[in-house]
């Protein structure tokens, strides 16, 4: 299968999560994907979440329609093979601390010597430069400094951080757009993506609001400072649901569906943010209606109105939702490791060059032999280079 990607060759030389998930984006749409792995110390994203019978179930999903190989960069020999690599590729992404690469003699200016088109986005917690450059730093360094995390959590509980790599997976949708407009330009370039800015730039309209202002946004649990009610709300039959009025229609019909028409014709019910400063009243007349209501009397009757309702899902209600099975959201995949495998599928669909999901992750090194051969290497050196940790 191909894609709109195809031709162009990507070397993830990167690890964990956000480096690795934004070249699985790139892999997605058709883009030859090679993994760079240390031959000893693989990407230690194959040591999280659970695994069965020994083999990662999460690698499955981040090392999709990549080959995979093992290279030790911090030799000398490994250095060159990674050069000659480079001057096949289109794209480099790795995410070493600043300088790093320039100790082995792999910086950008020896790689673009080796291929001046290359475009390569060094991924980090906090960018190249700067007096944090040289930290250590993951995704949940991000989410405290951007202020996510202040954000989060009931106003009288402590700042919350998510239970996933929000800020990293954040960051690789940002990674893989920056190496569309970097092959775009057409010429070779250095993309400096820090971990701590994509995140803060979704955050809205904060730092304008408090140069302006000095208002800074407090916790608010589910509720928003924009509009009401907005909130989860529990069910007769225990369930949680979710409901949302961004829009001044959708108030109007939640609030005449619970019984309250009254409050529609209160001054401050006809401006989202006024509304948010009323969330109590709103919050209470919302949760006696649904608390009153099985879950399925509730949606169907929010459906009804043409109101926004979504049912509070874990991870089994979003495999039996009708939507994202007309969507196809999730695709089984044959893996030769585990047999049919359950996975996000690609991002978006696109009707005339459509994504795919080729093969799942595959084991550590196992594309090593044909990888290297593809740059000249022989059965004899590849055998030399084993003997010496190198591959």
């Known amino acids: 299968m191909t894609g709109p990607l195809t031709g162009i060759r990507v070397l993830d030389v990167s690890t964990l999560f956000a480096g690795p998930l934004a070249a699985t984006f790139l892999g997605d749409f058709g883009a030859d994907v090679i993994k760079v792995e240390h031959p000893r110390k693989p990407d230690a994203a194959r040591g999280h979440g659970p695994a069965k019978d020994g083999v990662n179930l999460w690698w499955k999903t981040l090392g999709r329609n990549k080959r995979t190989v093992t290279i030790d960069l911090g030799k000398l020999a490994g250095a060159a093979l990674l050069l000659e690599l480079a001057a096949t590729a289109d794209v480099l992404i790795e995410n070493f601390r600043p300088g790093t690469l320039e100790r082995w003699g792999v ?21 190249q430069f700067g007096p944090y450059a040289a930290r250590p730093g993951f995704g949940s360094l991000a989410e405290a400094m951007s202020g996510f995390a202040a954000l989060t959590g009931e106003p009288d509980g402590p700042p919350t ?77 225990g369930e949680w649901v979710a409901v949302s009025t961004s829009s001044q229609s959708i108030a109007e019909r939640v609030i005449r569906l619970v019984g309250r028409p009254e409050l529609v014709a209160r001054p401050w019910f006809a401006s989202g943010h006024q509304r948010a400063q009323h969330a109590d009243e709103l919050d209470a007349a919302v949760s006696m209606w649904i608390a009153a209501r099985p879950a399925t009397e509730v949606v169907a009757e929010f459906e009804k109105a043409q109101a926004a309702i979504s049912r509070v899902y874990d991870v089994r209600g979003v495999l039996s939702d009708p939507q994202y ?47 290297l051969a593809s740059i000249g290497v022989t059965r004899e050196q590849l055998a030399a280079l084993r003997e010496s940790g190198i591959v």
């Open 107 to 127: 910086g950008p200016a020896e790689l673009h010597a080796a291929n001046p088109r290359l475009v390569i986005a060094r991924v980090t917690a906090f960018g």
């Open 325 to 371: 099975a007309a969507l196809g959201t999730v695709r089984t995949v044959e893996d030769d490791e585990l047999g049919p495998v359950k996975m996000q599928n690609v991002l978006f669909r696109m009707s005339e060059t459509p994504g795919a999901i080729r093969w799942p992750g595959r084991p550590h090194g196992q594309d090593s032999d044909e990888v």
């Open 161 to 237: 951080l998510p239970p996933f790599g929000l800020a990293d997976g954040i960051a690789a949708l940002a990674t893989a757009y920056a190496v569309m407009v970097g092959l775009r330009a057409g010429t070779g370039q250095v993309i400096d993506m820090a971990i701590i800015e994509p995140i803060l730039m979704l955050l809205g309209g904060q730092i304008t609001a408090y140069d302006q202002l000095g208002h800074v946004q407090p916790r608010t649990g589910n509720r928003s400072v924009n509009n009401a009610p907005r909130n989860v709300y529990r069910t007769a039959d």
